[in-house]
Protein backbone atom coordinates (compact mmCIF):
# COMPACT_ATOMS: atom_id res chain seq x y z
CA UNK A 1 0.00 0.00 0.00
CA UNK A 2 1.54 3.47 -0.69
CA UNK A 3 1.76 6.37 2.31
CA UNK A 4 -0.39 9.20 2.10
CA UNK A 5 0.96 12.86 0.96
CA UNK A 6 -0.05 13.92 4.05
CA UNK A 7 1.97 10.91 5.99
CA UNK A 8 5.32 11.32 3.35
CA UNK A 9 5.17 15.38 3.93
CA UNK A 10 8.16 17.25 5.60
CA UNK A 11 6.87 17.32 9.01
CA UNK A 12 8.47 20.52 9.83
CA UNK A 13 10.82 23.07 8.79
CA UNK A 14 12.23 27.02 10.15
CA UNK A 15 10.73 28.93 8.25
CA UNK A 16 7.31 27.57 9.32
CA UNK A 17 8.12 27.98 12.72
CA UNK A 18 9.47 31.63 12.31
CA UNK A 19 5.91 32.26 10.58
CA UNK A 20 3.45 30.56 13.08
CA UNK A 21 5.60 31.24 16.00
CA UNK A 22 6.17 35.04 15.55
CA UNK A 23 2.24 35.07 14.67
CA UNK A 24 1.19 33.52 17.35
CA UNK A 25 3.78 35.63 19.78
CA UNK A 26 2.01 38.99 18.00
CA UNK A 27 -1.24 37.73 18.65
CA UNK A 28 0.12 37.32 22.59
CA UNK A 29 1.42 41.25 22.31
CA UNK A 30 -1.84 42.86 20.72
CA UNK A 31 -3.92 41.12 23.49
CA UNK A 32 -1.40 42.10 25.80
CA UNK A 33 -2.13 45.99 24.80
CA UNK A 34 -5.36 45.59 24.43
CA UNK A 35 -5.88 44.22 28.18
CA UNK A 36 -4.51 47.63 29.19
CA UNK A 37 -7.49 49.18 27.64
CA UNK A 38 -10.16 47.29 30.04
CA UNK A 39 -11.87 49.28 32.29
CA UNK A 40 -12.85 45.80 34.36
CA UNK A 41 -9.97 44.11 36.46
CA UNK A 42 -11.59 40.79 36.15
CA UNK A 43 -11.74 40.99 32.01
CA UNK A 44 -7.91 42.62 32.14
CA UNK A 45 -6.85 39.81 34.47
CA UNK A 46 -8.42 37.45 31.89
CA UNK A 47 -7.09 38.75 28.59
CA UNK A 48 -3.47 39.04 30.29
CA UNK A 49 -3.62 35.79 31.06
CA UNK A 50 -4.68 34.68 27.26
CA UNK A 51 -1.52 36.66 26.35
CA UNK A 52 0.80 34.69 28.31
CA UNK A 53 -0.23 31.51 27.06
CA UNK A 54 -0.08 32.88 23.23
CA UNK A 55 3.22 34.22 24.13
CA UNK A 56 4.48 31.30 25.46
CA UNK A 57 3.12 28.99 23.10
CA UNK A 58 4.80 31.74 20.50
CA UNK A 59 8.46 31.14 21.95
CA UNK A 60 7.72 27.52 22.24
CA UNK A 61 7.29 27.50 18.87
CA UNK A 62 9.71 29.90 17.73
CA UNK A 63 12.31 27.90 19.91
CA UNK A 64 11.07 24.44 18.71
CA UNK A 65 10.47 22.71 22.11
CA UNK A 66 8.01 19.63 23.06
CA UNK A 67 5.32 19.36 22.42
CA UNK A 68 6.15 21.16 18.82
CA UNK A 69 9.69 19.45 18.54
CA UNK A 70 11.04 16.05 18.77
CA UNK A 71 10.94 15.62 22.86
CA UNK A 72 13.90 14.93 24.57
CA UNK A 73 14.84 11.08 24.92
CA UNK A 74 16.25 9.84 28.07
CA UNK A 75 19.81 8.26 28.18
CA UNK A 76 20.18 4.48 28.37
CA UNK A 77 21.25 3.22 31.42
Known amino acids: MTESVVASRH??????RIVSGTGV???GVYVWVQAKKRPQAVGR?????VATVAG??????????????????????
Open 56 to 77: SVGIARLLDVYPFGKPESKPKE
Open 45 to 49: YAMYG
Open 25 to 27: LGM
Open 11 to 16: KDCLPC
